[in-house]
T-cell receptor, first 118, second 111 residues
Framework: DVKVTQSSRYLVKRTGEKVFLECVQDMDHENMFWYRQDPGLGLRLIYFSYDVKMKEKGDIPEGYSVSREKKERFSLILESASTNQTSMYLC?????????????????FGPGTRLTVT | TQLLEQSPQFLSIQEGENLTVYCNSSSVFSSLQWYRQEPGEGPVLLVTVVTGGEVKKLKRLTFQFGDARKDSSLHITAAQPGDTGLYLCAGDSGGYQKVTFGTGTKLQVIP
């Protein structure tokens, strides 16, 4: 079974603090993703990475950065946390490329980090 | 930007009832996934459909991919309280394995 773990389930930070959210997957997946999930807005992609040291902006990258130094680990960084970054943060990974004769887009999620910025 | 609209947004039913959730788009997808998310947890993959017209069954859940690969449905027979959760569909949205998630259907099954 694919396992995706996130460093914290709940986090409370103050405005202006630098925040690190860590995600680790154990299935040698190529791709990793960071989403935030807010009521009424659904899942929105912040950043994703398709290889070590490679990253691409998603739909809402402002105020965030990411780091992928090792294949299994993908970090999300809030440089200066603000109250509008209070949200549920979800990390996901996917195999990437061809699997048999099909391209697979299946994503495997971690349990999420509920971040509150006060 | 590809959009996936799900309906209904909310559904509250009694245990034992049947229900259908819809996922619609004007875009064609090469594959479509369904996920279930319980409160406070991450989404869990239920199924992937890849062929137009395909039907897949997972116990009491039946998933269908539209012939034109633009829409999908999830039918639950004899719903149980354990089926309660947020149901999300997702379709591929370009390179690098990105997907677009639907707007979600929140299901509550009352014992």
């Amino acid at each position: 079974d694919v396992k995706v773990t996130q460093s914290s389930r709940y986090l409370v930070k103050r405005t202006g603090e630098k925040v690190f959210l860590e995600c680790v997957q154990d299935m040698d997946h190529e791709n990793m993703f960071w989403y935030r999930q807010d009521p009424g807005l659904g899942l929105r992609l912040i950043y994703f990475s398709y290889d070590v040291k490679m990253k691409e902006k998603g739909d809402i990258p402002e105020g965030y950065s990411v780091s992928r130094e090792k294949k299994e680990r993908f970090s999300l960084i809030l440089e200066s946390a603000s109250t509008n970054q209070t949200s549920m943060y979800l990390c996901a990974s996917s195999l990437g490329g061809l699997w048999g004769t099909e391209v697979t887009y299946e994503q495997y999620f971690g349990p999420g980090t509920r971040l509150t910025v006060t | 930007t590809q959009l996936l609209e799900q309906s209904p947004q909310f559904l509250s039913i009694q245990e034992g009832e049947n229900l259908t959730v819809y996922c619609n788009s004007s875009s064609v997808f090469s594959s479509l996934q369904w996920y279930r998310q319980e409160p406070g947890e991450g989404p869990v993959l239920l199924v992937t459909v890849v062929t137009g017209g395909e039907v897949k069954k997972l116990k009491r859940l039946t998933f269908q991919f539209g012939d034109a690969r633009k829409d999908s449905s999830l039918h639950i027979t004899a719903a149980q309280p354990g089926d309660t959760g947020l149901y999300l569909c997702a379709g591929d949205s370009g390179g690098y394995q990105k997907v677009t998630f639907g707007t979600g259907t929140k299901l509550q099954v009352i014992p």
